[in-house]
Nanobody, 115 residues
Framework: QVQLVESGGGLVQPGGSLRLSCAAR????????MGWYRQAPGNQRELVAQ???????NYGDSVKGRFTISRDNAKTTVYLQMNSSKPEDTAVYYC?????????WGRGTQVTVSS
């Protein structure tokens, strides 16, 4: 069982920055592929960014060049640095872990980009 707890969401102005954190309660964090997804009202959940156990990353097209995913295996935490935020980034952001082929999800954190 892997427990994921997101934090860092809130209100940010357009063009502003925010850093999300996802703390994972597991002793096999270093082997997990970690990801951030988001879901806006009326939309399907979509990939924001993903990072593998070896550090390889991939991003959704809408956030490339603006968001950065990183991980700290010692702290069993994955981060999402959000820069140059846009109103269309408004959504609930979810953390996902894939461990031995099993997916685990956090409860999400709300991000609102508005002036």
């Amino acid at each position: 069982q892997v427990q994921l707890v997101e934090s860092g969401g809130g209100l940010v102005q357009p063009g502003g920055s925010l850093r999300l954190s996802c703390a994972a309660r597991t002793n096999i964090f270093s082997t997990a592929t970690m990801g951030w997804y988001r879901q806006a009202p009326g939309n399907q959940r979509e990939l924001v960014a993903q990072i593998t156990s070896s550090g390889s990353t991939n991003y959704g097209d809408s956030v490339k060049g603006r968001f950065t995913i990183s991980r700290d295996n010692a702290k069993t935490t994955v981060y999402l640095q959000m820069n140059s935020s846009k109103p269309e980034d408004t959504a609930v952001y979810y953390c996902k872990a894939i461990v031995f082929g099993i997916q685990y999800w956090g409860r999400g954190t709300q991000v609102t980009v508005s002036s």
